[in-house]
């Protein structure tokens, strides 16, 4: 195991695009890019991948994109040492040494890491969540390890060491190993927290919407009806987040408006509006303004100078 090194804003760069193709894609940044170091290694052991890193103080930040290849996927992120925290749709929880944080690899998230840390990823393909622990599949987590988990948690370091150079036969007996083990770790820590049943359901419907927003169908009882819940249910699961079901879904859909606008010169704003369920070109128009304070037109011709700036 030949640890890849990163250091400088060339580094940052490289690195953000190696913790993509470990992990998920998200947008690091540093304090200082200038002063930025972390190292990573990065072994695949069965349909898995263990990923350690150790970092300085450093911010990272995915949205949502159902449509992402990592949706359906999970990785489980451990704090050897350092702490921090990691925002997501449910509200905020801790990053440390005592906590296994799960996430969904379609789900968006901000973490912060105020000081140097070293971390430990396990990162699960979605084949796999669906066939052994499809519950992982669901909202970002941040659960204590417990006296029980740490010292599970503990032996993933030492069996990512096995790893390096293991033959053929050897690695597929250590597979088997971390499959024991993550069994064991989850059932005694993500097996045993059922959260807020509300907030689970919260997510489950924006998960579900972000999924089909230019689907005609959607609206607030066709997601009751999707997740077998009353409309009622549905705006008491959304309260836990401050808006309601239909705001969500207006925002959403509002945000992909805008990105199709911004990507795709020769679609009307017309075509986008009956795409994503405005009743027309006006209707669109006016929540553009209400939301982001110029007209669609006038976003498009914002994004595209972003695009061409002067002198190109």
Known sequence: MVPQRFVG??????????????????VVHAPSADRFEATLVDVALGDARLVSARIGPLA????????????GSVFLLLARRGRGRITHRAGTG??????????????????????????LFVALPAARVARTCPALDGPVRSVPLGSGGRPLAGQLPHLMA??????????????????????????RSVGDTAGDPLVALRVA???????????????????????????????RAFA??????AEHVRTQRLRACGRVLAAAPDATVADVAARYGFASASHLGAWFRRTHGVTPAEWR????????PAGT
């Open 94 to 119: 801790p990053i440390g040494p005592d906590r296994l944080v799960v996430v969904p690899g379609g789900e968006p998230f901000a973490v912060e890491y105020p000081a140097p840390s070293s971390l």
């Open 60 to 71: 990272a930040e995915r949205r949502a994109d159902p449509a992402s290849a990592a949706a």
């Open 162 to 187: 096995a790893v390096s150079g293991a033959p053929g036969p050897d690695g597929e007996e250590l597979a088997g190993v971390l499959d024991s083990l993550l069994h064991l770790l989850l059932r």
């Open 9 to 26: 804003p060339t580094g940052l760069s490289s690195f953000t695009h190696a913790v993509g193709g470990s992990l998920v894609d998200q």
């Open 301 to 308: 011709a914002r994004h595209a100078a972003d695009r061409y």
């Open 240 to 245: 836990t987040g401050g808006r309601t079901p």
């Open 205 to 235: 419907a924006e998960r579900l919407a972000e999924r089909h927003l230019d689907d005609p169908a959607l609206s607030v009882p066709w997601l009751a009806g999707r997740l077998a819940v009353s409309v009622r249910q549905l705006h």
